[in-house]
C-alpha cells in the first residue's frame, strides 16, 4: 500500500465513471480547484447527510470556482437511485475497483463491535488550481462539515484572487 497522500501532495489521478452515464477525470478539472468527498454508501444515514449538505452548498462552492465531487464504490446505477431519490446536485464518481479510494489513502480497516474489516473512510480534500492538495480532512464527522469545506474553499479563491 502507498502512502496517503497529505496536504501539499499531488493529488491522485483519476478517469471515473460518474452517475447518470457520464465521466469526470482529473484531466478535465486541470486548472480548476475542487472539493472531493469519499463516502461509505449511498443511502445510509451519514452519507446522506453529508451529501444532502454539499448539494445545498454547492452553488455557493460554485460561485468561487470550487467543483465539488463525491466518490464511493458504489455502482452508477446505485448513484442514480441515490441522487434522484435525494435530490443531489453533485457529480458522484464510480470506483467500484476501489483502487482510486485506495490512491486517496481512504480505504482503511475499521472496527465495529470489535469485528474488523475494510472500508471507507469519510474523508474529504479541497485540490487547488494547479492539482495540489491544500486542505485534508480524515474521519469526518458530517456535522458542521460542509461548512468548514466551505470556510476554506474561500480562503483558497481569495488567495488566488
Do not use: N
Amino acid at each position: 500500500m502507498t502512502k496517503a497522500p497529505g496536504e501539499g501532495d499531488l493529488a491522485p489521478e483519476f478517469d471515473l465513471p460518474t452517475d447518470g452515464g457520464g465521466r469526470l477525470s482529473s484531466a478535465g478539472l486541470k486548472g480548476r480547484p475542487y472539493v472531493l468527498f469519499f463516502y461509505p454508501k449511498d443511502d445510509t444515514s451519514g452519507c446522506t447527510k453529508e451529501a444532502i449538505g454539499f448539494t445545498e452548498s454547492h452553488e455557493e462552492f460554485r460561485k468561487l470556482g470550487v467543483e465539488v465531487i463525491g466518490a464511493s464504490k458504489d455502482g452508477v446505477k446505485s448513484h442514480d437511485r441515490f441522487k434522484e431519490k435525494h435530490g443531489l446536485s453533485v457529480p458522484l464518481l464510480s470506483d467500484e475497483e476501489g483502487s482510486f479510494v485506495e490512491a486517496w489513502g481512504s480505504w482503511v480497516e475499521k472496527s465495529m463491535y470489535g469485528r474488523k474489516y475494510m472500508g471507507i473512510d469519510r474523508s474529504t480534500f479541497l485540490v487547488d488550481a494547479d492539482g495540489r492538495i491544500v486542505r485534508s480532512w480524515r474521519k469526518v464527522k458530517v456535522p458542521g462539515h460542509v461548512a468548514e469545506v466551505l470556510e476554506a474553499a474561500r480562503q483558497l479563491a481569495a488567495r488566488a484572487a
